[in-house]
């Protein structure tokens, strides 16, 4: 029986394939669970450091660089952390959303720089910048 069956080559090439499709799906439930894990624990990361502004900040601090600036060790921490589990093919788009969080001024060489959340007569819309860049970086944690 055994022979028979190692002599036909379709039979071994089903079972390859069968063990490769197995092994396939397994690895798939384990990214998706890890993933999954990975997602929360960013947006648990990003809303623990920034909840007193973020959704809905019922007090905008005075001093709104000093406070982001005491802030960003813990979500570089957290967005370093959840970097690998964002998919190829959207990691230039997260660099992105997180350059833009934190650097007003477009050069690569600024790591922080907060004016564009700073509440001056040219710049009205300061609150709606800041929610809409937070919004940015947690939309590629969907929640799973």
């Known amino acids: 029986m055994i022979d028979d069956f190692l002599s036909n080559p379709n039979g071994v090439f089903g ?3 069968l063990a490769c499709f197995g092994a396939w799906l397994t690895y798939r ?4 669970g890890r993933r999954a894990a990975a997602c929360s624990a ?13 959704p809905n900040a019922s007090s905008w601090p005075a001093n709104i660089d000093s406070f982001l600036r005491s802030r960003f060790p813990a ?4 967005v370093e952390t959840f970097r690998p589990f964002v998919p190829w093919w959207k990691r230039w788009l ?3 959303a997180w350059f833009r969080y934190r650097c007003a001024t477009g050069r690569k060489i600024d790591v922080q720089c907060y004016h564009h959340y700073v ?4 710049n009205p819309n300061y609150k709606a910048n800041f929610q809409g860049n937070v919004s940015a970086l947690l939309s590629f944690a969907d929640e799973t």
Do not use: K, S, W
């Open 15 to 17: 079972a390859i394939l």
């Open 29 to 32: 439930t384990v990214h998706r």
């Open 42 to 54: 960013f947006r648990a990361a990003v809303l623990a450091e920034l909840g007193p502004i973020y």
């Open 75 to 78: 979500l570089q921490t957290a």
């Open 94 to 96: 997260f660099e992105r």
């Open 119 to 122: 509440p001056i007569g040219d």
